[in-house]
């Protein structure tokens, strides 16, 4: 048995953040009930069409799901969310702040009405405070929490090239629900938490605010390099390939100044002897590293620094990246079905001896709108009524 089956997660959402978090915990066997909107569903469902014409955000976060259409202005939909809630362990929502309050769902009426519901509600700013009804999508969450004005060049502030606050948020979502549910096995009562983005991402900022706020200054924008240690980051090789490499203390320092750079002396120079001196005299010390390494071709560098015990990678591509060989040697790929075929799909990083995570399918929108009514106890002619006004919807 996988942890968390016997456990059931509904789960009001969209985008990112509270996908990634329902995915993982259908990964460890909860079922997980994804409400969607009527016809088009969850509106990361057409972001893009590139994996055989559906979303890549969507198949990415949404596999192992049930899929129910319900309209939640009306009062049918809403009765069948409070029968879903009544047999329900957990319920996520990451809608716009105030809208599930609006609707009637909001915490404190759930609490009343469901003990041991463990609520989860996510957020881009939390739920009071000036900015309350602040519009949040990730871009702006990385330049609120400081993210964008560490990440670039000198001259071009860049954000994260995935969605690092929606995925910060959904992480904090995921553990605190299952820290909830061991809570519950102690106290038998449910919980309320609530995770906002700026405040997740914020937590993974900790090194650039402590280093600015005790340092005194920012730390510099520097591109592939690292703002506060040298080397580490790319240097070109001589077939014209970029190597990276990281020295982490002084003895790596000692292998490479002797052992590949080809010059000794250069451990034991005061101007690089530390590497606050290093990071001081980085001008000085990069075209030393740089003239060295251009005797190598990037293959050859990567294997000298490979036998010094110095950390080194390439600069892979994405098709690079899904055909790496130690993914490839630990068997990590998996085929998922979707509406539109099998893809493949990485195994969730922790892995359990034991078991498996689960890997089921994508649903399209609706797919289990009669399996879960039925379980919840509607009759075949209001199921079909049901299935009539969904064709309307469409329409």
Not at 34 to 61: C, L, M
Not at 92 to 116: C, K, M, S, T, W
Not at 251 to 264: A, F, Y
Not at 327 to 349: F, H, M, S, Y
Request: with cysteine; hydrophobic share 35%.
């Amino acid at each position: 048995m996988r942890p968390l089956e016997g456990i059931t997660v509904v789960s009001l959402e969209q985008a990112v953040a509270a996908p990634f978090a329902s995915r993982q915990l259908a990964d460890l066997g909860a079922r997980v009930i994804k409400i969607e909107r009527p016809g088009s569903g969850d509106f990361a469902r057409h972001y893009d069409g590139t994996v055989n014409g559906q979303s890549s955000h969507f198949v990415w976060i949404n596999r192992s799901k049930e899929s129910i259409e319900l309209d939640l202005k009306s009062e049918e939909g809403k009765e069948v969310l409070h029968r879903l809630l009544a047999e329900a362990d957990v319920f996520i929502q990451n809608l716009a702040p105030g809208a599930v309050d609006r609707l009637g769902f909001g915490a404190e009426a759930l609490q009343e009405q469901y003990n041991d519901l463990i609520i989860c509600g996510i957020s881009g700013y939390g739920k009071d405070g000036p900015y309350l009804s602040k519009k949040a999508y990730d871009l702006l969450i990385q330049c609120e929490a400081g993210l964008v004005s560490i990440t670039g060049t000198e001259e071009t502030p860049s954000k994260a090239g995935i969605s690092v606050a929606d995925i910060a948020a959904g992480m904090y979502a995921y553990s605190g629900i299952l820290t909830a549910i061991i809570q519950r096995s102690k106290t038998g009562k449910g919980s309320v938490l609530e995770v906002s983005m700026l405040e997740a991402l914020g937590e993974w900022m900790g090194y650039p605010l402590y280093y600015s706020k005790y340092g005194g200054k920012e730390p510099a924008r520097t591109g592939a390099s690292h703002a506060t240690i040298y080397p580490y980051g790319p240097f070109p090789a001589k077939d014209g390939k970029q190597v990276f490499l990281s020295i982490q203390n002084e003895r790596e320092w000692q292998r490479l100044c002797e052992k590949v750079i080809g010059d000794d002396t250069l451990a034991i120079d005061v101007r690089f002897d530390t590497n606050t001196e290093r990071v001081r005299h980085k001008s000085e010390l990069k075209p030393i590293i740089e003239n060295a390494f251009k005797q190598y071709t990037a293959e050859q560098l990567t294997e000298l620094l490979e036998q010094e015990k110095i950390a080194n990678a390439r600069l892979n591509t994405m098709e690079e990246f899904a055909d790496h060989p130690q993914l490839k040697a630990r068997n990590r790929w998996r085929d998922v079905e979707t509406p539109a075929g099998q893809i493949k799909a990485l195994l969730p990083p922790a892995t359990f001896d034991g078991f498996e995570a689960r890997m089921d399918p994508i649903p399209h929108v609706g797919q289990h709108n009669e399996k879960i009514l039925r379980e919840l106890g509607y009759s075949d002619l209001q199921i079909a009524e049901y299935g009539k006004e969904k064709v309307e919807d469409r329409k």
